[in-house]
């Protein structure tokens, strides 16, 4: 297993290596690094062109509604007439075996896009991400990439990865909760997608996660805006590299409402960031050390108590 610093996906260095799972983990965004992938069909890396997005006309298509297409036909069955009489079986059988799968293939497809819209709609996402999700899913679905794996975690992988490329993050635990698959396998199905559609994913940013994270956990838009204050501050003394942004943007967000007397607890914060109290402690420390906030929390503290 090669020596993996830092998380591909957050940039976080707080990795564990598993040599006994033969896993390496990221602890700040919970996604399996690397570990020894059963591969199915060949790497189809840079065949998976955005392009490809666009109708003849210019239109998108919407993925979501596809029936009919995706498998070219046999042959009408009136094409039996032009047949060799020794032909004819050979042809029946292989009009059959063509029907067997493209039905089998229009089923899982239906039900896919079922589960997709449920689990798009659970998480609030715009349709530009489920059709993304929707088309990813055709693509490996048409090349047999999802043998072996359940199709729940390949939709919750699909949906992941498109708001990924959208910059809607959700973080893997959301994903799992509305999916109801581990978050540990929903991370290790979007790595082998990406891989092997060749998809360029950018990191995202602690900053992407504010407006969300904040939502969730009611607070003010002052409070909001204090929290982008305080990341774009970290990243200026470069608190930011090297971690998780889901944590940082979770730490923020907890300053923050201290500051704006709107406490709420680390527990609180850190479930809805789907990262551990530890993580969200070390990120608050780091922040109130090198920003010198700990005089301003202590004097918010000091005037909540004599208000009260
Ligand atoms: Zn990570």
């Known amino acids: 297993m090669a020596f993996v610093k830092k998380c591909p996906e957050c940039g976080s260095v707080n990795i564990t290596h598993d040599p006994q799972l033969g896993e390496v983990i990221c602890n700040d965004c919970g996604l399996v690094i690397e570990e020894e992938m059963v591969d199915s069909g060949a790497d189809l890396s840079g065949k998976f062109d955005k392009s490809e997005k666009k109708g003849r006309g210019g239109a998108p298509i919407s993925m979501q509604k596809f029936d009919k297409g995706l498998i070219t036909n046999v042959g009408e069955i009136s094409d039996i007439y032009r047949l060799e009489p020794g032909q004819t079986r050979k042809f029946l059988r292989l009009k059959k075996w063509?029907?067997?799968?493209?039905?089998?293939?229009?089923?899982?497809?239906?039900?896919?896009?079922a589960e997709l819209r449920v689990i798009a709609s659970y998480l609030n996402l715009p349709n530009v991400v489920r059709d993304e999700a929707a088309r990813i899913y055709n693509y490996v679905l048409q090349r047999g990439l999802?043998?072996?794996?359940?199709?729940?975690?390949?939709i919750a992988a699909c949906l992941y990865t498109a708001c990924r490329s959208y910059n809607i993050p959700r973080t893997l635990d959301e994903m799992a909760?509305?999916?109801?698959?581990?978050r540990k396998e929903i991370g290790r199905t979007y790595r082998f997608i990406i891989r092997k559609l060749g998809i360029k994913i950018k990191q995202s940013s602690p900053k992407d996660y504010i407006s969300r994270f904040a939502s969730v956990l009611k607070l003010s838009p002052k409070t909001q805006n204090d929290a982008l204050k305080?990341?774009?501050?970290?990243e200026e003394v470069e608190l930011t590299s090297g971690r998780g942004p889901a944590g940082i943007s979770a730490a923020a967000l907890y300053v923050a409402a201290l500051m704006n007397d709107e406490k709420k607890t680390?527990?609180?914060?850190?479930?809805?960031?789907?990262?551990?109290?530890?993580?969200?402690?070390?990120?608050?420390k780091e922040l109130?050390?090198?920003?010198?906030?700990?005089?301003?929390?202590?004097?918010?503290?000091a005037e909540t108590k004599s208000e009260k």
């Open 98 to 113: 063509q029907e067997r799968v493209s039905t089998s293939i229009e089923r899982n497809l239906r039900l896919a896009m």
């Open 146 to 154: 999802v043998r072996g794996r359940s199709m729940e975690s390949v």
């Open 177 to 182: 909760i509305a999916s109801d698959v581990e």
């Open 230 to 234: 305080i990341l774009k501050r970290a």
């Open 266 to 284: 680390q527990r609180e914060v850190a479930d809805i960031a789907g990262i551990t109290e530890v993580t969200i402690r070390n990120r608050y």
């Open 288 to 301: 109130i050390e090198k920003l010198e906030l700990e005089d301003k929390i202590k004097q918010k503290e």
